[in-house]
């Protein structure tokens, strides 16, 4: 299974980036694809969730800066992130599986599947 992520880099606080993750190794198109990030010294916590209808779940540390969204056709997994703050720092990971309870959607151990990352730095 191939995920990978791009988009990450650099930028001030109140700047915005988009990460996206090319799917196109994936092919379980009724699977969930969520967005996770890790800092260091802490555990990997989920960010954002869509799954198969396009219902989407949030942490509440980006409810109302981060929209997720998913693009069928090009393959593609889409975090914007607006207003970043500098606790937003993390290595950004997306991931797919099948989550039969939504709510555990963003729970690092329900999914086996993972990119590589891709690093997102939020200065002061």
């Known amino acids: 299974v191939q995920l990978m992520e791009s988009g990450g880099g650099s930028v001030q606080a109140g700047g915005s980036l988009r990460l996206s993750c090319d799917f196109s190794?994936?092919?379980?198109?009724?699977?969930?694809m969520a967005w996770f990030r890790q800092a260091p010294g802490k555990e990997r916590e989920g960010v954002a969730v869509?799954?198969?209808?396009?219902?989407?779940g949030y942490a509440d540390s980006v409810k109302g800066r981060f929209t997720i969204s998913k693009d069928n056709a090009t393959n593609t997994l889409y975090l914007q992130m607006d207003s970043l703050k500098p606790e937003d720092t993390a290595m950004y990971y997306c991931?797919?599986?099948?989550?039969?309870?939504?709510?555990?959607?963003?729970?690092?151990?329900?999914?086996?599947?993972w990119g590589q990352g891709t690093q997102v730095t939020v200065s002061s």
């Open positions: 991931a797919a599986d099948w989550v039969l309870d939504f709510g555990l959607a963003l729970t690092p151990a329900s999914y086996n599947n």
């Open positions: 190794g994936y092919t379980y198109t009724r699977d969930c």
């Open positions: 869509i799954d198969s209808d396009g219902t989407t």
